[in-house]
């Protein structure tokens, strides 16, 4: 039995020389350093102080913890089970309020796989230049800053980007402005575009008081050609007066040597909804502004001409500013076991504020005649409609006109559309395609002309169907119905 347990002892022993042991400071003190006559125990005062074997892992740790840069807690101790390596001093910062005082508080820890190595005293540790500036910790064993990924210099205040320098003046404070050509460095690196302005005053009666040049630093501005704007002076004693001012920046040292004149276009602005209520400004790398919708309807069904008004479903609309031109187009996609289908129509375009109305879909000319003024030649749908616009529902891809009048005859001539039957037309959209030609109607003993038209651009239903009147026309049945299906398409909603 002894012989036994010496032999479990023996064993325990060899394992532990092959694992390794090294011995540690022991001891911990909270007390502050320096701040009672025994204070210099674990602290600095390390003779006699107590060691302990450290085996699995082998190594020593020293913690201690700082508030505001002062040592306010020490711990010498075995390594802890995670502590496998030595380490190099790892510091974590928190700040927490303590009545109306902000309080940083440090907590560093160190690993070493030598005997007695965490042996640093509280006097041999160093600190360190600003604090860090903020951007790292300070390795107090060293006296060291560590400093954060993107941050260098011995208090980490430089982040890797250059001063930028511009010249810098003001007519308002020294004339002379415009003929300045020396530069200087900016306050600071976050300071990384150089800008101009040019400002003219004028009176109420438009006429040119003064214009006031600067240049100088920015660290906001991102306008990449002349962007101009009006405002009020400040100067409440100058009421009626009003100012232009037009600005630029640019990005590399000195280059601000230009007086903006708003020669140059400006960044865009594009709309955010259908009616262009509300309009944004564009970053200088956007220079289109975009239109998506997606609705779902019902596909055209042949033979169907009139009283049909598709039902849709708005599914999605997004309008704004892109760096990229899109192919203006609408495309669909087949509902499996009917005839419904899911559009997405797109476009691009570089005008402000045109990314309204529906993408790839025509604006066009929406007014039936009435008969009344017709009579009295006074028929603005006849002879002077209003300016095209955005149809009601997005599936209307056709820009449409019905022009009928009595005796086969459509011509400009009002005396000729007099003889107890009225001229009319019906100008508007559609879902459909009707056609381009002239044709005789029969209605009881009198024959009557009527000509149509579809397009595909903005306003291209203008005009009256009188001159397309092909050589031979066919006879065929009255079209109330197919006026009925154009109105019904155009006006309900």
């Keep these: 039995m002894n012989f036994l347990l010496t032999s479990v002892v023996m064993a325990l022993s060899i394992v532990h020389l092959a694992q390794g042991q090294v011995n540690c400071y022991s001891c911990n003190d909270n007390n502050g350093f320096g701040n009672t006559p025994f204070s210099d125990y674990c602290y600095n005062n390390l003779t006699g102080r107590s060691r302990a074997s450290c085996s699995a892992p082998n190594t020593c740790r020293l913690q201690f913890v700082t508030e505001d840069g002062l040592i306010q807690e020490i711990y010498r101790t075995c390594g802890n089970p995670g502590d496998t390596t030595a380490q190099a001093l790892q510091c974590t910062t928190s700040l927490a309020t303590f009545s109306s005082n902000p309080v940083e508080t440090t907590t560093c820890t160190s690993v070493c796989a030598s005997s007695d190595c965490n042996n640093q005293l509280a006097t041999s540790l160093m600190a360190c230049a600003s604090g860090c500036s903020g951007n790292g910790f300070c390795d107090y064993l060293s006296g060291s800053c560590v400093c954060n990924t993107g941050f260098s210099g011995a208090d980490c205040s430089n982040d890797g980007r250059t001063i930028r320098s511009c010249v810098q003046c003001d007519d308002a404070v020294s004339s002379g402005c415009p003929a300045t050509l020396t530069t200087a460095a900016c306050p600071d690196s976050t ?3 150089c800008t101009a302005s040019r400002t003219t005053l004028y009176d ?3 006429a040119m008081v003064r214009t006031v040049v600067t240049r100088g630093c920015s660290s906001s501005s991102s306008v990449r050609n002349d962007e101009c704007t009006y405002s009020t002076p400040a100067d409440t004693t100058l009421d009626g007066y009003f100012e232009y001012t037009c600005t630029r920046s640019c990005t590399t040292n000195g280059c601000n040597t230009f007086t903006p004149q708003g020669t140059t276009p400006g960044p865009l602005y594009c709309c955010t909804d259908r009616s262009c209520g509300t309009r944004i ?10 239109s998506t919708v997606v609705y779902r309807s019902s596909a055209s069904q042949t033979g169907v001409t009139h009283n049909e008004v598709q039902g849709y479903e708005l599914v999605s609309e997004e309008r704004g500013c892109r760096s990229a031109a899109l192919t203006s187009q609408c495309a669909d996609i087949q509902l499996d076991g009917s005839n419904g289908i899911v559009t997405t129509c797109q476009e691009t375009c570089q005008t402000h504020g045109c990314n309204d109305g529906w993408p790839n ?3 066009c000319l929406q007014c039936v005649s009435s008969p ?3 009579a009295s030649g006074s028929d603005s749908c006849l002879y002077n409609p209003e300016e095209a616009s955005d149809c009601s529902r ?4 056709y820009c449409v006109y019905i022009d009928q009048g009595r005796s086969g005859r459509l011509t400009s001539n009002l005396a000729d559309n007099r003889g107890g039957y009225s001229r009319s037309i019906v100008r508007g959209c559609s879902a459909t395609d009707i056609g381009t030609q002239c044709r005789d109607i029969q209605n009881v003993d009198t024959t009557f002309q009527q000509c149509n038209k579809t397009c595909t651009a903005d306003g291209c239903n203008h005009g009256m169907g009188g001159s397309s009147r092909p050589a031979t026309s066919l006879v065929v049945l009255f079209v109330t119905s197919l006026l009925t299906y154009v109105t019904q398409s155009t006006f309900s909603h």
Excluded: L
């Design 361 to 363: 879909r025509p604006r």
């Design 191 to 193: 300071y990384d575009q």
């Design 394 to 397: 997005p599936y209307h891809q």
């Design 204 to 206: 109420a009666n438009g």
């Design 372 to 374: 009344s003024t017709v």
């Design 281 to 290: 400004r564009c970053p200088i790398d956007q220079g289109y502004c975009y």
